[in-house]
């Protein structure tokens, strides 16, 4: 894989992005489908190097392995007025 699609891929899946599982092409171990992890990094392979929320890792190879970007959580946003006297 050249360069400029290792870059691609790392633009596309940064550390703490969020996945789920689909298939995996892998007769040694693959890891089930709709097990869902977050990416730890993007090796100059382009692999996916994942931290799957059962506790194993083992990386997603993109055109590969199928899976699904998950929406990012969603967080609570407190906003608080200033207070003002007159």
Known sequence: MD????????????PGTRIRLNSMDDPYAPILPGTEGE?????DAGQLHMKWD?????????G????????PKLTSLKL?????AD
Request: charged share 25%.
């Open 3 to 14: 360069r400029k699609m290792v870059n691609f891929i790392k633009e596309q899946y940064p």
């Open 39 to 43: 990416v730890d990094f993007v090796d």
């Open 54 to 62: 059962n506790g194993r890792s083992l990386a997603l190879i993109p």
């Open 64 to 71: 590969e392995d199928s899976f699904t970007v998950l929406p």
């Open 80 to 84: 608080y007025m200033p207070l003002t």
